[in-house]
């Protein structure tokens, strides 16, 4: 068992069994969205994970030790601190050290998963190249993890407040693979359709194991974008988020608000802008992608026991 992981009774217990497993992140709960909603939140996904035959493991940094699933005390701790630290690779040593409180994005939660012998995690969606990247060089530690931690990531595609082309060809040139479910289409987070396709299409959890066992197996490492657009009767009317994603993006740069503030920034101004309805969709999405996640890590097992 690595040093620094500290394994929950239930994720221990999953772990001893040999039972499916899926990672989640803990910033959507820190900071991407408001409390209650926050930790309610947090809760349901794990209930929908575990209804759907597989464990949970919310995954933060407490107490100088990677916590790889939490007690209902952690997640309220997480949901309502205004300590808890937003921790990508850069800053895992130092939270471990200072034994600060951490709540770890797409990255950090990509590295610990692996620590962990977890290769599936869920997401809302995964960071990328930000508008404007080309003068203020803002790109998302979450692509380069991509790159190099073998983790397969189920998220809602990449948020519509980025640069989503540029993002889809920085993945390319690091040979990360995007996968798309039930459309050739790649999502845009809160509308299902980007303009943009994905790699290839396995609707499958059974089709997406395969591709992923076979890609490790021939040594390929790194990570995996398993696309799921959000459910049509939650998505939000594209032209209307585009506006208001124009809108929150402007008062970002009048406000000079940037690096890792820029994200919960315009996630909670975009709420602002439509009345809640953004948030709605985002934990619409979430719990989609719960599902998915955990269809996809009982399939790896399933794969891995038929060789």
């Not at 990328?128 to 790159?147: N, P, W």
């Not at 790194?222 to 459910?231: A, L």
């Amino acid at each position: 068992m690595h040093q620094f992981l500290l394994y929950s009774a239930e994720v221990a217990a999953a772990r001893a069994a040999g039972k499916a497993i899926v990672a989640l992140e803990s910033t959507i709960i820190s900071h991407g969205m408001p409390y209650p909603q926050n930790v309610r939140m947090a809760n349901e996904v794990e209930q929908i994970i575990r209804d759907a035959g597989a464990v949970p493991a919310t995954i933060a940094v407490m107490d100088g030790k990677i916590c790889i699933g939490l007690s209902p005390r952690q997640l309220e701790l997480l949901a309502t601190s205004p300590d808890a630290m937003k921790v990508s690779r850069r800053d895992l040593p130092y939270v471990l050290s200072q034994s600060k409180l951490g709540a770890t994005t797409v990255a950090a939660t990509m590295i610990c998963a692996e620590l962990a012998g977890i290769s599936v995690f869920v997401t809302g969606g995964i960071g990328g190249v930000h508008r404007g990247a080309a003068t203020s060089f803002d790109i998302s530690a979450d692509l380069q993890e991509l790159a190099r931690t073998s983790v397969a990531v189920v998220c809602a595609g990449v948020k519509s407040i980025l640069d989503i082309g540029l993002t889809l060809e920085y993945l390319e040139t690091h040979g990360v693979p995007v996968v798309s479910m039930g459309q050739r289409g790649f999502p845009a987070f809160f509308t299902r359709e980007s303009g943009y396709n994905a790699d290839f299409q396995l609707d499958t959890a059974a089709e997406q194991a395969a591709f992923i066992q076979t890609k490790w197996q021939l040594g390929l490492k790194g990570g995996i974008v398993i696309s799921n657009p959000v459910p049509a009767v939650d998505a939000m009317p594209q032209v209307e988020i585009d506006m208001i994603t124009a809108q929150a993006l402007q008062e970002a740069a009048d406000d000079a608000i940037a690096g890792k503030q820029v994200t919960p920034f315009l996630l909670a101004r975009i709420k602002q802008l439509t009345e809640g309805r953004s948030l709605a969709t985002n934990i619409a999405l979430v719990k989609n992608n719960a599902r998915a996640g955990a269809a996809l890590a009982r399939a790896m097992l399933d794969h891995k026991a038929i060789q």
